[in-house]
């Protein structure tokens, strides 16, 4: 049976009761009034219920048609349907043009009302959904989701608020798991291209000889193969923004192509001979120097310029190791929640683990771990420190050099590397000697020095 609030508007007392109680009887709540006023403001009042106003054209404050972009105004996710006794072609055509969604005339929609007005419920609900999913997305990706407080973060939040209502390029360094994506995409969320597309291209995933054809596309008979022709993902994303995660993977030749665009908001299909102009936003990110990457020959330093017109540092996690406990129970909760059990909190040994530990695959690293400590923990218990990985029980005990993160003492410093290299190879402390450049024998003194 349907469900749903409706308003009625009508003058005729005794024929909105009997709509009203037909349409009540279909299972619709209804809200009557019987004037134009009235309407507008049970409308004001319940918004975000109303489905359907259904309004009589003559009332005696207002012609229906010309109260439609009040109505909208005030629901702009409703949907409106006209009744009149006197309907004329005029008066109908220009309903429909200010977007009724239907225009009824007494003595025939008795029969047709119901149907019609399920219609437009089902195309109310539709819009209403699609609205709260657009809200969720926005929460989701706006700056106010991103969890932390360390000034290194608010730094960067502040600097992507005031770039994000603008059109100009945005260049996010940071290092791999750093969140750099999330940044992308809430500097879409504020900025007027949120309503289309968010198209993400990470550089390093295609092989070097498709990529260019999956940012530019190509047409029909370009090369052996293309079939048809086919749109890059430049064109897909026009309106809003591309974001190009890990630019410095692109070849020297598709740098060049790319230049074009970012100068001329244009570019030539493979197989084309005239150009294609696009309306986009470019986002670009990447975990390399790329100014020491220009120097070195490796990356165009004119396109290095035009992307770092506006350049935004995300931290690496170690730079906000204060806000690890805060991440840690938003992802505990988050995983728990996933697999239907009650996880209190983290135990404060736990806690002190995972704030010393360096976190080298920084917050995306965090998120796997609590997810697999999520799947092991005991349902209703705190996590205890026994669930993390092997790792986190060979930390350096909390007076030893490395345990600081903020000291930056020689000892300290050193003391750290060794520990991140030992841990990146295992173990294996004749390869770590290798990569460290110094005797294994200078390595095993290291390692009792520092109680790594």
């Given at each position: 049976?349907?469900?749903?609030?409706?308003?009625?508007?009508?003058?005729?007392?005794?024929?909105?009761?009997?709509?009203?109680?037909?349409?009540?009887?279909?299972?619709?709540?209804?809200?009557?009034?019987?004037?134009?006023?009235?309407?507008?403001?049970?409308?004001?009042?319940?918004?975000?219920?109303?489905?359907?106003?259904?309004?009589?054209?003559?009332?005696?404050?207002?012609?229906?048609?010309?109260?439609?972009?009040?109505?909208?105004?005030?629901?702009?996710?409703?949907?409106?349907?006209?009744?009149?006794?006197?309907?004329?072609?005029?008066?109908?055509?220009?309903?429909?043009?200010?977007?009724?969604?239907?225009?009824?005339?007494?003595?025939?929609?008795?029969?047709?009302?119901?149907?019609?007005?399920?219609?437009?419920?089902?195309?109310?609900?539709?819009?209403?959904?699609?609205?709260?999913?657009?809200?969720?997305?926005?929460?989701?990706?706006?700056?106010?989701?991103?969890?932390?407080?360390?000034?290194?973060?608010?730094?960067?939040?502040?600097?992507?608020?005031?770039?994000?209502?603008?059109?100009?390029?945005?260049?996010?360094?940071?290092?791999?798991?750093?969140?750099?994506?999330?940044?992308?995409q809430a500097l879409h969320e504020a900025s007027e291209r949120k309503a289309k597309p968010f198209v993400a291209v990470n550089c390093s995933a295609f092989p070097k000889d498709l990529l260019e054809s999956e940012l530019?596309?190509?047409?029909?008979?370009?090369?052996?193969?293309?079939?048809?022709?086919?749109?890059?993902?430049?064109?897909?994303?026009?309106?809003?923004?591309?974001?190009?995660?890990?630019?410095?993977?692109?070849?020297?030749?598709?740098?060049?192509?790319?230049?074009?665009?970012?100068?001329?908001?244009?570019?030539?299909?493979?197989?084309?001979?005239?150009?294609?102009?696009?309306?986009?936003?470019?986002?670009?990110?990447?975990?390399?120097?790329?100014?020491?990457?220009?120097?070195?020959?490796?990356?165009?330093?004119?396109?290095?310029?035009?992307?770092?017109?506006?350049?935004?540092?995300?931290?690496?996690?170690?730079?906000?190791?204060?806000?690890?406990?805060?991440?840690?129970?938003?992802?505990?909760?988050?995983?728990?929640?996933?697999?239907?059990?009650?996880?209190?909190?983290?135990?404060?040994?736990?806690?002190?683990?995972?704030?010393?530990?360096?976190?080298?695959?920084?917050?995306?690293?965090?998120?796997?771990?609590?997810?697999?400590?999520?799947?092991?923990?005991?349902?209703?218990?705190?996590?205890?420190?026994?669930?993390?990985?092997?790792?986190?029980?060979?930390?350096?005990?909390?007076?030893?050099?490395?345990?600081?993160?903020?000291?930056?003492?020689?000892?300290?410093?050193?003391?750290?590397?060794?520990?991140?290299?030992?841990?990146?190879?295992?173990?294996?402390?004749?390869?770590?000697?290798?990569?460290?450049?110094?005797?294994?024998?200078?390595?095993?003194?290291?390692?009792?020095?520092?109680?790594?």
């Amino acid at each position: 049976m349907p469900t749903g609030t409706l308003l009625l508007i009508d003058d005729e007392a005794r024929l909105r009761q009997l709509l009203a109680r037909v349409l009540e009887l279909e299972g619709y709540t209804v809200l009557q009034a019987p004037d134009a006023s009235r309407g507008l403001e049970l409308l004001q009042h319940h918004a975000r219920e109303v489905l359907v106003v259904i309004s009589d054209v003559k009332l005696p404050d207002g012609h229906g048609v010309d109260l439609m972009p009040r109505y909208r105004a005030k629901a702009p996710d409703c949907e409106i349907v006209l009744l009149t006794a006197f309907g004329t072609i005029p008066d109908g055509v220009r309903a429909m043009k200010q977007g009724a969604f239907d225009y009824l005339t007494k003595g025939d929609y008795e029969q047709q009302l119901v149907v019609v007005v399920e219609r437009a419920a089902e195309k109310a609900r539709l819009r209403h959904r699609v609205a709260e999913l657009e809200r969720r997305m926005s929460q989701r990706f706006s700056f106010e989701s991103m969890i932390g407080t360390a000034p290194a973060l608010r730094r960067a939040q502040d600097l992507a608020r005031q770039v994000a209502p603008t059109d100009s390029t945005v260049l996010l360094e940071g290092p791999t798991g750093a969140g750099k994506e999330l940044f992308a995409q809430a500097l879409h969320e504020a900025s007027e291209r949120k309503a289309k597309p968010f198209v993400a291209v990470n550089c390093s995933a295609f092989p070097k000889d498709l990529l260019e054809s999956e940012l530019f596309g190509y047409k029909k008979g370009a090369f052996t193969g293309a079939l048809a022709d086919k749109k890059g993902l430049l064109e897909e994303a026009t309106g809003g923004t591309l974001f190009l995660d890990e630019i410095g993977e692109l070849e020297l030749n598709v740098q060049a192509k790319f230049l074009r665009v970012l100068e001329t908001r244009q570019f030539t299909k493979l197989g084309d001979t005239k150009p294609t102009s696009v309306n986009v936003r470019i986002v670009a990110a990447t975990n390399r120097n790329l100014r020491q990457e220009a120097a070195a020959g490796h990356f165009r330093p004119d396109l290095y310029y035009r992307l770092s017109v506006f350049t935004i540092n995300v931290p690496s996690l170690q730079e906000r190791a204060q806000d690890v406990p805060i991440l840690a129970e938003h992802f505990l909760q988050h995983f728990a929640a996933q697999l239907r059990k009650r996880l209190p909190g983290l135990e404060p040994e736990c806690v002190e683990l995972l704030t010393r530990y360096e976190w080298p695959g920084n917050v995306r690293e965090l998120k796997n771990v609590l997810e697999r400590a999520a799947i092991l923990a005991p349902a209703d218990q705190r996590l205890s420190a026994g669930y993390l990985p092997d790792e986190f029980h060979t930390l350096p005990a909390s007076g030893s050099p490395d345990a600081d993160p903020t000291d930056q003492s020689l000892r300290a410093v050193e003391a750290r590397h060794i520990r991140q290299i030992l841990h990146q190879v295992q173990g294996n402390k004749t390869e770590a000697a290798r990569r460290l450049a110094i005797g294994l024998t200078t390595l095993y003194r290291k390692v009792q020095e520092y109680e790594l």
